[in-house]
């Protein structure tokens, strides 16, 4: 069971949720960091790190002894990332996606690939939790290649919880595809209603099944409840606004070890999990959306 949590907007508490299900879900599940630009699992998993491999994606390079400047490799790119210039083609990597479309298409033959580092998956074990966090290059900003080398880590059969970047643009899309369940994370404000309409309208057209976990309960208002009440949404959990836990995430602490009565709360948020997944799994409408990876990139260990 490959189950996402996410958020419509940073800072609603998704780390939380994320770190504190995987404490409570099983005797050995992976928690996969797909926040690649900023990944903060391991502030609160303390373990210890067993491995770091290094993800490149192949950037074409013309031999300009065979370039005829035809622009074919141009004209199929939707990036731009390769133009024909003159009697020869450019590339600019930065803007490449590593799709080997180019050298495909290329009638002289005149593309090779070679591999440019974008960023590491790093592996860390912590009692129950084999943590697996992608961590992108500074300056580079192509983080779905390294999403996609995170989640071929995933393990046919076995449980994984995938820590999803905050919003709905394509870093969110890249993490939640092929998952099973998607848990959102939201605040009952204003911001966080807005948030939440938008992920829930890109859920929907990704036909994942989903819940919502509602965090810091006791602040803004109760719009967030009705909107989920009026769209048939399922409340998994309600988080109180406790000053304790604020206290506990600045300290890098877990909920669940920190303050032992919420310890339920979560674990019946597992529950209403694995019970929403056991039925929509064999729903034959999401075994039909249910896609493999594509494009991984290559892994140096
Ligand atoms: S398709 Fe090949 S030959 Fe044509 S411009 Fe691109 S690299 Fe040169
Ligand atoms: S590999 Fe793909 S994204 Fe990169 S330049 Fe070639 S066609 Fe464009």
């Not at 299900?21 to 903060?40: H, I, M, Q, S, Y």
């Not at 249910?290 to 990139?297: D, F, K, L």
Request: aromatic fraction near 4%; include cysteine; glycine fraction near 10%.
């Amino acid at each position: 069971m490959i189950l996402a949590v996410a958020s419509g907007k940073g800072g609603t508490g998704k780390t939380t949720v994320s770190v504190n299900l995987a404490r409570v879900f099983g005797p050995d599940v992976r928690l996969l960091d797909c926040d690649v630009e900023e990944p903060n699992d391991h502030l609160f998993l303390k373990g210890t790190p067993c491995g770091e491999e290094t993800v490149t994606i192949p950037v074409p390079q013309v031999d300009e002894s065979l370039c005829d400047g035809c622009g074919e490799c141009g004209r199929f790119c939707e990036y731009h990332a390769i133009v024909s210039f003159g009697a020869t083609a450019l590339v600019f990597p930065e803007m490449c996606h590593g799709c080997g479309g180019c050298a495909k298409v290329c009638p002289r033959k005149a593309i090779r690939e070679r591999g440019q580092r974008i960023g590491v998956v790093e592996t860390m074990e912590s009692g129950n939790v084999t943590l697996i966090q992608g961590r992108l290059d500074v300056g580079v900003a192509m983080s779905p290649p390294l999403i996609r080398a995170v989640k071929a880590r995933l393990r046919k059969g076995a449980s994984a919880i995938l820590d999803a970047p905050p919003g709905t643009s394509c870093p969110v899309i890249a993490t939640l595809r092929g998952t099973d369940f998607v848990v959102l994370v939201t605040e009952p404000t204003p911001f966080g209603l807005h948030d939440l309409k938008l992920a829930v309208e890109m859920i929907r057209e990704l036909r994942i099944p989903f819940g919502v976990v509602i965090n810091r309960v006791g602040i803004g208002d109760d719009r967030v409840h009705v909107f989920c009440g009026n769209e048939n949404i399922p409340i998994l959990l309600e988080i109180p606004d406790d000053r304790r836990i604020a206290e506990v995430y600045s300290r890098g602490e877990i909920i669940v070890e920190a303050l032992p009565e919420y310890l339920a709360h979560f674990e019946r948020l597992r529950e209403a999990v694995l019970e929403r997944t056991s039925t929509d799994l064999h729903d034959p409408a999401r075994i039909a959306t249910r896609v493999a990876t594509p494009n991984a990139p290559t892994v140096q260990r």
